[in-house]
């Protein structure tokens, strides 16, 4: 979506993934300054922010949020 590109169920689970990583973890997967920053987080980081889901939420939970992330 924010290449431009036709949306589909994908921009959902991936928007699901940062809702329940947010949750899971109190913080946010994706921030910064401003919108721009936010952005290029987004469509730059890789699933490293991930590896704090360990510490704090179940496996299976932890699978589910990885695997909405993926790109």
């Given amino acids: 979506q924010l290449e431009g590109r036709e949306v ?3 921009t959902d689970l991936f928007a699901l ?3 329940l990583y947010e949750m899971a973890t109190g913080k946010r997967l994706f921030d910064g300054p401003n919108s721009g920053a936010v952005l290029s987080a987004i ?3 890789g699933q490293e922010r991930t590896a704090e ?3 704090f939420v179940p496996a299976p939970l932890e ?3 990885c695997r909405c992330l993926e790109r």
């Fill in 8 to 10: 589909d169920a994908r």
């Fill in 17 to 19: 993934g940062c809702v």
């Fill in 43 to 45: 469509l730059n980081s």
């Fill in 53 to 55: 889901l360990g510490n």
């Fill in 63 to 65: 699978q589910v949020i």
